[in-house]
């Protein structure tokens, strides 16, 4: 069964920091374009950030920019996705993607239905 596992979520100050990790059962990611998205309530479902499968191409949206690094380990079968300087538009549920996509292709703005696999979500609370 091919899934993704999103774990590292939780509750934390305005300006704190969380670590999301995503990891790959029953595939591999080697080939797969990573992405994370998030969805806060009453909001539709936005790219964060993607990473191409040999971490060559990364792409962030504006509102993350210089505050989230996403990386990969592809020995792991992971993907990470480091967040600082929280704030409370942070929050909502993270959810990892994979999909095969072609370099052009690895922007966040690109097509959530481009992506194949998806994990769960995890939720990311950022509140005082």
């Known amino acids: 069964q091919f899934k993704l596992v999103e774990s590292g979520g939780g509750l934390v100050q305005p300006g704190g920091a969380l670590t999301l990790s995503c990891t790959a059962f029953g595939f591999t990611v080697d080939y797969y374009t990573l992405g994370w998205f998030r969805q806060a309530p009453g909001k539709e479902r936005e790219g964060v950030s993607c990473?191409?499968?040999?971490?060559?191409?990364?792409d962030y949206a504006d509102s993350v920019k210089g505050r989230f690094i996403i990386s990969r380990d592809n020995a792991k079968n992971t993907v990470y996705l480091q967040m600082n300087s929280l704030k409370p538009e942070d929050t909502g549920l993270y959810y990892c993607?994979?999909?095969?996509?072609?370099?052009?292709?690895?922007?966040?703005?690109?097509?959530?239905?481009?992506?194949?696999?998806w994990g769960r979500g995890t939720q990311v609370t950022v509140s005082s």
């Open positions: 993607a994979a999909g095969l996509l072609d370099e052009d292709r690895v922007v966040v703005a690109t097509s959530l239905f481009d992506y194949t696999y």
């Open positions: 990473i191409s499968d040999n971490g060559g191409i990364i």
